[in-house]
DNA sequence: AAGTCTTCCAACCGCCCCATG
DNA sequence: TCATGGGGCGGTTGGAAGACT
């Protein structure tokens, strides 16, 4: 390799930059990305080319917030077989090893921290197995019947990236990983929403079909997601405590997480 | 309105594995 | 068998944007 060293760019990619990488990977395919990032001529490592492809460039890369079905395949997942992001990435089409990284740990250790909870414990585990986990599954079932049975013209046709039926499958089978492969996914049927590449912080995916928002959570905004009686859940193993009507309010994933203050989630 | 804090995520870093010669 | 380079992966960081005071 000549040593002719040009000045590596770092930092933030540009729109033409990003156009000429989607122009190259597009023309020549993916893979030998320091070649491609000399042909291509972009003043970017091969590392920094392949990194913007897969987590952002590539077509069928998902933008937006994560549904609650991924978001329960995620922990199930992770559940199994801990910070393998990319095996467990390889379960969520569309999603990359780097996003579940992300949510993993700005969402779900914070929200172990705040409880007091190890994210890798045992008492995590317990409390996702023995309580949320079936819950998140009924609850999404039910509003998967609401859905179905509330689709209007106002909402357009909407069926989970990862329906049920696979997660349940993924989850009973995910200590054997051999035996499923993520071809096991494969209802992955894009939201019909009006073109909009452009999210809040002005970032852009050329080839998204996905608004930044995730139009689910406007969906399931609509419909309760879970009862409003007073239940408080206690977890042995993990010395802790739920109120379940502080659940009610919010989308699934707050009624997951949002467990922040003390009154919620208590030391028993 | 301005300053500070917090959140979130794109991007980088370093290690490891594997293919190739 | 060993050296080397490319690519994959998980951990970490920097900074933009929003929230809060």
New binding site residues.
Partial sequence: ?LNEEIEL?????THEEDTQLIHYVTCHG???????AKCAGLK?????C???W???LKPDVK?G?LTHEEQLLILELHSK??????????HLPGR????I???W???VQ?QAKQLNIESNSKSFLDAFQRFWKPRLLQKMEQSTTTLNSSQSSAIPSVSSPVPLSSIKEISNSATSPSSTSPDSITTTQLLEIPEKQT?????YNPFSTHDYYDDLEDINLSTPMWTTETNDISFPDCNCQVAESDWADGDLEDALWNLDESSQFRQL
């Fill in positions: 390799m760019r770092r930092g933030p990619w993916e893979g030998r990305w320091n070649l491609l970017r490592s091969g590392k920094s392949r990194l913007r897969l987590n952002y933008r917030n077989w801990g910070n393998r992001w990319a095996k467990i990435a390889q990359t090893d780097n996003e990284k992300n949510y740990r700005t969402r914070k999210n809040p912080h002005g970032f």
